[in-house]
């Protein structure tokens, strides 16, 4: 389980922190319209909440927070290593993750999920796990 208080911080913005889950099952009970993924262990900067407020009551298309601007990977790691499916997170309308999870999707399938998805960049900026792992 998490132990860097992501799950209290999941509960305060009226959110679910799961550690054992199924896409397909996940999606299918979200209470709001719009779904939020995260990678376990990034950390979206301030004003995050306030921003995809107002990026979802105006836009319907996918989004992902901005790279942190104090927590750039080097360009030779830029160069050499793909990014994660959700180092910078994703927001998409729940029903469009339905659509796309129709097809049974299950625990193996993320990555053939997060593929495709053409997303916008919100203006929040978000830490990527793998920059805090390296700074402890």
């Not at 209290?8 to 996940?26: L, N, S």
């Not at 996918?62 to 750039?72: Q, V």
């Not at 790691?77 to 994660?84: D, G, N």
């Not at 053409?118 to 792992?133: G, H, Q, T, V």
Request: charged share 25%; proline share 5%; net charge positive.
């Amino acid at each position: 389980g998490s132990t860097d208080g992501s799950s209290r911080v999941a509960e305060a913005a009226g959110c679910r922190f799961e550690t054992d889950w199924d896409m397909g099952q996940i999606i299918a009970s979200a209470r709001g319209e719009w779904i939020l993924l995260m990678e376990p262990g990034g950390r979206p900067q301030s004003g995050w909440i306030e921003d995809i407020m107002e990026y979802t009551a105006l836009n319907t298309r996918p989004a992902r927070f901005a790279p942190s601007r104090h927590y750039r990977p080097s360009l030779l790691s830029r160069l050499t290593h793909r990014s994660r499916p959700l180092e910078y997170g994703l927001l998409l309308r729940k029903a469009d993750a339905v659509a796309q999870s129709s097809g049974g999707l299950g625990r193996i399938g993320l990555d053939i999920f997060l593929k495709g998805q053409k997303a916008r960049r919100l203006s929040a900026e978000l830490i990527p796990a793998w920059a805090l792992r390296k700074s402890s």
